[in-house]
Nanobody
Framework: QVLLVESGGGSVQAGGSLRLSCTVFGDISGMGCMAWFRQAPGKERERVAILSDGTTTSVEGRFTISKDNAKNTLQMNSLKPEDTGMYYC??????????????????WGQGTQVTVSS
């Protein structure tokens, strides 16, 4: 069994930075895809970054994702109020990440809140 646990959320002023971490417990053999999603109240869950053989972000130049052992990190810079939401770490046991739909990801953390004030 695999467990994902996020940390690092909090409140920050517009233009500031946050670093989110996703720690993975269990056997990660075959887990080739890790991703980050966010969800604002009343809105659809949205993918913001992926990590497999490379990286992709939904907001170019502001978010980066990296991995160190059983933990991945989402570095968020130049934050805007529109970035506010619950951020979730997700994973798939596949070599590459699937598409951007949240329904295609099978393992999820509990979420960590990010609030950006203007």
């Amino acid at each position: 069994q695999v467990l994902l646990v996020e940390s690092g959320g909090g409140s920050v002023q517009a233009g500031g930075s946050l670093r989110l971490s996703c720690t993975v417990f269990g056997d990660i053999s075959g887990m080739g895809c890790m991703a980050w999603f966010r969800q604002a109240p009343g809105k659809e869950r949205e993918r913001v970054a992926i990590l497999s053989d490379g990286t992709t972000t939904s907001v170019e130049g502001r978010f980066t994702i990296s991995k160190d052992n059983a933990k991945n990190t989402l570095q968020m810079n130049s934050l805007k109020p529109e970035d506010t939401g619950m951020y979730y770490c997700a994973a798939v046991f596949a070599r590459l990440c699937p598409g951007p739909s949240w329904s295609e990801y099978t393992y999820w953390g509990q979420g960590t809140q990010v609030t950006v004030s203007s």
